[in-house]
């Protein structure tokens, strides 16, 4: 069972996704969001960083990327893919989740660890949760804050406090389907007590559990 | 500043003497292109003409040193076929023209600096110092240089994990703004800013060049502030985040594949300093096409594109049979390139520009050959008055100074600052922002690196050589408190103009302060920066040495202490010589409404030694362990309760027990007995419990000092 984790120009948490993987024993490669196929892989992660600088719009140029209609195809498939911060902002943009990520409420980046409640546990990163468990995990972001004037998709966990305004105090947004998820907080950042949290662990154990069930749910 | 008229060498800043000294080198009259050049390379900034004879004073040799100072960053050895680079660098002038973009080409120009060694950078320090934030213009500073910091940092991806704050009149119309950056890699990656052999091609990776800061670092950073500073604004360089990543991973890709005998990062004096610098380094010559270079903007002369220093541009010298390869791995990452020269024999520098020759000079004396200053130097006659003045705090009840303490923005909690920062990616941060050092393991293996970067101008002002000899023991002290032993240091030498005896005194007192304390420890000073001429309207800074020192935990402490581990019923004890109750330079003293006067207590290298190494091996042991230093053991206790959320009672309220500064005193929180501590250096002093701070008979509920710990700096500013 492989993940791929995609690279764009600017991104920088590929590698840390590749270690919290790994370290959870998974299987991970990066792949550079210039090759086309992903035929090799069972699942796909868009992890946080600035890709292409966030210029334009968080998200706005990656999703052109020569990489994304593979990534579209396999979410389409029902196969489990993930986006974290920035990959969130990018499944958005690409349509593959509802609503938008807009500036931070109070306008400020925030990096620290927030408490997160699980809400939906029909997701790909939520599956080994049980309902209303408290996860705490750091946030990362200056666009965090989820705004969906069509009410769609599912709130899979929310912020105990809400740090950045969501609507619905939304950290991590599914597809119906379940198989397609992003999430504005960082699970591969809380895998280890050292670093001050392994409340993350649950969400990437329920990613790799996501790549054995696949797909999800039948196309 | 008034454009100076004149003779075209002073419109550059340079002095008849500078001038003659071309025509010596040359045996002619400089071209125009050529004086731009020895303008820019023989700048304060980037010769150090002013303190290079000082700075020979710094021991810079041990076993473990694999680059000294004279290289874009110091690098030494952490054991495993790892290595470590270090530098430190200031943008100060910058900052105050323009605090976002001053700060933010700050953090980029560091990080070239260590990846340019063939490191990953993976982490940055920041040291911030503006005027007091009842002005405006302070707070506008310090919200711009935080946001350029945060702006830069997060986008480029490199974490920032700790720095300080320091609040004073002085840096009102002067901010000081240093960066330190830290970067490890591999022993085989190491690579030198040197041009290699005749034959080999000069690539430009990187951002068109432009108009932008011309003669920016190097002009702006060596001369004073007179009123019209906005109008440098133009000399102050954009950053542009992206670009730099892109040139991060791409050159690291280069290194990996071994497809580069040297870089050279472009930075202050640009194209002058990239070409000139590692061909002098080869003893060598080099051919420049100008014509080759990529830029942003038309009709650009010979000179402006020689001192450019627009941002995020490298100098790769390549050997011909790998040049196809090395383009592609631009074209992967989506970086610009030129081929824009190639190494010759002999000693000269030609650059061509529309096919004509505009400079031909030997390429080492641009980089070596400055002119060496001996500038005059005099002890200030007001030494003798500021020591004699006596400072008490006998009449002022000790809790309501502790809760004056906890309520200053430079001892209050940083959140503000350090939640703007993105202070975890690359998952090593194991101890960050808002502690004594920050502590980062090294992934795949048993060792953590710990940093400290400390900086005190107003123990400087006091007594220069005693202040940057106790910065390096505060340092040392704070890595050891992480589980660290010292290794190296970088210092940034923040100064006002050297044209004073009396500034010249204060530096030459410093790096003597430096040197015996480093010595004292057995660490070498592996690089640093000076920056002189923060002089606003005459008036000079505090002399502000910055010191970062890294240190090394082999292996890392498998639960290292925090300040949040305290629990009831725990002991509290003092470690270290017993106190004085000279309180010069301390924050007591500053915020009490004293004036700064006094003279710092002095610092022992026998002690320093024993307690760094006493503190580094209780590190595997206890829970808490907290260096004594801004607000004596009252803040220190303080910090340690907020953060563990519980109370304390301290049983000796003695003004100098409570608030005195002296160096080289830590505090250990632990269950009784839970290690041995010396008899002769640790005292019991109180206990952990409850829901207040007890100090002797006064009482400060929990709830209090929290929330002044944690509002002083938003209130401060406004947020």
Redesign the interface.
């Known amino acids: 069972m492989r993940t791929a984790v995609i690279v764009f120009?600017?991104t920088?948490?590929e590698?840390?996704v590749v270690?919290?993987l790994e370290a959870l024993g998974g299987e991970a490669e990066i792949v550079?969001h210039r090759e086309t196929s992903l035929d090799d892989f069972d699942g796909v992660i868009l992890p946080g960083?600035?890709a292409?600088?966030?210029?334009l719009r968080t998200g706005a140029i990656a999703r052109f990327s020569p990489v994304m209609s593979d990534v579209r195809r396999m979410a389409e498939n029902g196969a489990p893919v993930l986006g974290i911060c920035n990959g969130f902002q990018m499944l958005c943009e690409a349509g593959l989740l509802p609503g938008a990520l807009i500036a931070n409420r109070d306008l400020?980046?925030?990096?620290?660890f927030v408490d997160l409640e699980v809400v939906d546990t029909d997701t790909v990163i939520t599956r080994l949760a049980s309902e209303g468990e408290r996860v705490r995990i750091?946030l990362?972001s200056?666009e965090g804050n989820w705004v969906d004037p069509s009410a769609g998709g599912r709130v899979a966990l929310r912020y105990v406090d809400n740090p950045n305004g969501s609507q619905a105090r939304a950290a991590a947004v599914a597809n119906e389907r379940g198989n397609v998820a992003g999430i504005m907080p960082?699970p591969?950042?809380g895998i280890?007590d050292?670093?001050g949290s392994s409340d993350g662990q649950v969400l990437l154990e329920s990613f790799l559990q996501s790549l054995v069930d696949y797909p999800l749910v039948p196309a | 500043m008034t454009t100076p008229t004149g003779p075209a060498h002073q419109k550059l800043g340079m002095t008849d003497d500078e001038y003659e000294s071309i025509v010596g080198i040359l045996g002619r009259e400089p071209l125009p292109a050529e004086l731009a050049m020895y303008s820019v390379m023989w700048s304060e900034h980037c010769s150090y003409k002013s303190s290079r004879r000082h700075l020979e004073r710094f021991p810079t040799e041990a076993p473990w040193v694999v680059v000294g100072p004279g290289e874009n960053a110091g690098v030494v050895d952490i054991g495993d076929g790892w290595l470590a680079a270090l530098r430190i660098e200031s943008h100060n002038h910058p900052s105050f023209v323009e605090p976002y973009q001053g700060a933010a080409t700050g953090v980029g120009g560091i990080l070239r600096d260590v990846f340019t060694m063939g490191a990953r950078p993976i982490a940055l320090w920041d040291q911030i110092r503006v005027g007091p934030l009842d002005q405006p213009k302070n707070r506008y500073l310090l919200k711009g240089v935080v946001s350029g910091i945060?702006g830069y940092g997060?986008?480029v991806?490199v974490p920032t994990v700790g720095g300080e704050i320091e609040f004073d009149d002085c840096y009102s119309g002067n901010p000081l703004v240093n960066v330190m950056c830290l970067g490890i890699l591999r022993k085989e990656q190491l690579v030198l800013g040197t041009a290699g052999t005749p034959g080999t091609i000069a690539v430009l990776l990187g951002k068109a060049t432009g108009r932008d800061g011309i003669g920016g670092a190097s002009i702006l950073a060596s001369a004073s502030f007179e009123d019209e500073s906005e109008e440098k604004r133009p000399s102050v360089q954009v950053g542009?985040?992206?670009?730099e990543?892109?040139l991060i991973?791409a050159c690291l890709e280069l290194y990996e594949k071994s497809l580069v005998v040297g870089v050279q990062d472009l930075g202050a004096a640009g194209l002058s300093c990239a070409t000139s610098e590692p061909a002098g380094r080869a003893g060598l010559g080099m051919r420049i096409e100008l014509d080759a270079v990529h830029r942003r903007e038309s009709g650009m002369t010979a000179p402006e594109l020689l001192m450019s220093e627009s941002q995020e541009r490298m100098m790769a010298f390549v050997s011909p049979g790998n040049l196809d390869r090395v383009l592609a791995v631009a074209d992967?990452?989506?970086i610009e390139t030129a081929v824009v020269g190639e190494v010759k024999p002999g000693p000269n520098l030609t650059i061509r520009h529309n096919g004509r020759v505009v400079a031909e000079v030997p390429a080492a004396s641009l980089a070596n050959d400055a002119p060496l200053l001996d500038r005059p130097s005099a002890r200030p006659g007001w030494l003798d008055d500021v020591w004699s003045a006596q400072t008490s705090v006998n009449d002022v009840e000790p809790v309501d100074l502790l809760l004056k303490l906890l309520d200053d923005p430079a001892i209050g909690s940083s959140?503000w600052v350090?939640?703007?920062?993105?202070?975890?990616?690359?998952?090593s941060?194991?101890i960050g922002p808002g502690s004594d050092g920050s502590l980062l393991?090294m992934?795949g293996t048993d060792k953590a690196l710990a940093v400290s970067t400390d900086g005190n101008g107003r123990l400087c002002y006091l007594d220069p050589r005693r202040g940057a000899a106790r910065l390096v023991y505060e340092a040392a002290l704070n890595v050891a408190v992480a589980g660290a032993r010292p290794l190296a240091v970088v210092d940034n030498l923040n100064f006002g103009n050297p044209e004073k005896p009396e500034v010249m005194w204060q530096l030459i007192e410093t790096v003597e302060g430096i040197s015996g304390a480093c010595e004292a420890l057995g660490i070498p000073v592996v690089g640093g920066n000076v920056s002189f001429y923060n002089e606003t309207d005459g008036v000079d800074i505090h002399p502000t040495p910055v010191v970062g020192l890294l240190g090394l935990a082999d292996p890392m402490p498998s639960s290292p202490p925090r300040w949040s581990q305290a629990n009831e019923g725990m002991e509290i004890w003092e470690v270290g010589p017993e106190p004085t109750d000279n309180l010069a330079g301390s924050a007591a003293q500053r915020v009490a409404g004293e004036a700064l006067g006094g003279r710092p207590t002095a610092p022992s290298p026998e002690r320093a030694r024993r307690v760094v190494t006493l503190a580094a091996d209780l590190a595997h042991l206890v829970p808490v362990l907290h260096d004594i230093s801004d607000g004596g053991l009252a803040v220190a206790v303080a910090e340690i309760c907020i953060a563990s959320g519980v109370g304390a009672r301290i049983n000796n309220a003695e003004p100098a027990a409570m608030f005195s500064e002296d160096p080289h005193r830590f505090v250990v929180v632990m269950e009784s007995g839970t290690a041995d501590l010396p008899a002769d250096l640790a005292t019991r002093v109180g206990i952990i419990g409850g829901d207040s701070l007890s100090l002797g008979s006064g009482t400060l509920d929990l709830s209090i000092i929290t929330n002044a710990w944690r509002q002083a700096l938003p209130s401060a500013l406004g947020v």
């Open positions: 120009p600017g920088n948490c590698h840390d270690y919290a550079w960083g600035f292409h600088g966030d210029y400020s980046f925030i990096c620290r750091p990362n200056y960082h591969e950042r280890e050292i670093l | 945060a997060n986008a991806g542009d985040p992206f670009e990543k892109k991973e992967k990452w989506e959140a350090h939640e703007q920062y993105d202070h975890m990616l690359f998952l941060t194991v393991r992934k």
